[in-house]
């Protein structure tokens, strides 16, 4: 059983690694934020989300409170930070409309 829960969470670690450094190539490279390739990094980050709180609606509020605190953030995140304010923030939020979405605790900004 533990070495189950010790690869999930390598795996879970790997999965969330090349969602991060597709986020920072297409932020980089200009692409679109509203494009194909954002969306399909969006739908692939939210399933993410999905997977790790289970759709538990106070995990992922909690996530997304997060992600509200980022200009708290260390100056060590800086790119990835800047790539998820300018980037992930817009093409996320673009495809949870598309899907009819709106994340827990997020019902004002989904108006």
Not at 45 to 67: E, V, Y
Request: proline share 5%; aromatic share 10%; glycine share 8%.
């Amino acid at each position: 059983m533990e070495s189950f829960l010790i690869n999930e969470v390598k795996t879970d670690t790997n999965d969330w690694d090349s969602l991060l450094t597709r986020l920072e190539e297409l932020y980089e490279q200009g692409a679109d934020p509203l494009g194909q390739e954002a969306e399909k990094l969006a739908e692939d980050w939210w399933n993410r989300i999905m997977n790790l709180t289970g759709g538990d609606p106070n995990l992922i509020a909690t996530i997304f409170s997060t992600g509200e605190s980022l200009p708290n953030w260390k100056k060590d995140n800086c790119d990835i930070k800047t790539a998820i304010e300018q980037f992930l923030s817009p093409a996320l939020g673009s495809y949870l409309l598309k899907q009819g979405i709106v994340p827990p605790g997020m019902e004002d900004d989904f108006k």
